[in-house]
């Protein structure tokens, strides 16, 4: 199945579009902050790969991640990435998403975090038709589980000693799920 790209959108006072070029030093600037790798898996992201990447995304079929804007400053990266479902034979492919979201610690715990989520699930069910969503973070992080709960999303388990990071060692992860049906009429 192929999708047609759910951005730009303006939502909450933020543009979530894609990344151009003229974006790529203000995302280098935060992405490899100590602060945000201390919750990443990625624990440093080369400067040269991050353009890379996030240049090829409005080209991929699969990769829908986006920059976000305020007041016509880049703030925040949301992920989105459609991917298959379990894989039995017969199971449809493309039905499912993964997000994430890295907002620059310099403008956090203003809402743009818990904005963004929003904007990600929206574009995963109402502008690519997904099926269900999912998302992790390290149990131990706070502001990450406030920001899935607050959207909407279930927590569906809890992994124990899940993850490797190269400072912390083994960690705990928790992992969140939404399906369309949920999204659009709620819980049950
Ligand atoms: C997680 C992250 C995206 C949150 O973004 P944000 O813009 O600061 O979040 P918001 O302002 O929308 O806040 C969301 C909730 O988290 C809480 N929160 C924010 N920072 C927090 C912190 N450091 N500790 C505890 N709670 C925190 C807020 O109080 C808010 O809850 P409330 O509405 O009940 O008050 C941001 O901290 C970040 O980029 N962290 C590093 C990368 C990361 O962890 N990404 C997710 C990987 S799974």
Redesign the pocket.
Known sequence: MTHPSPWPVRADGLLFRDAVEADVQTLQSFRNDP??NR??VRTHVDPDDLRREWLAVPESPTDFSCVVERDGEVVAMGFLDVVDGPGQPGCPSGTDGLI????DPRV???????ATALALLRAAFDGLGLRRVTA??YAD????V??LE?AGMRRERLSVKALWHHELGWIDEVGYALLADEWRHGPG
């Open positions: 602060g945000i919750f990443m994430g979201y890295i907002v956090a715990g203003q809402g743009i975090g818990s992790a973070a992080n706070t502001a990450s406030a920001v607050q």
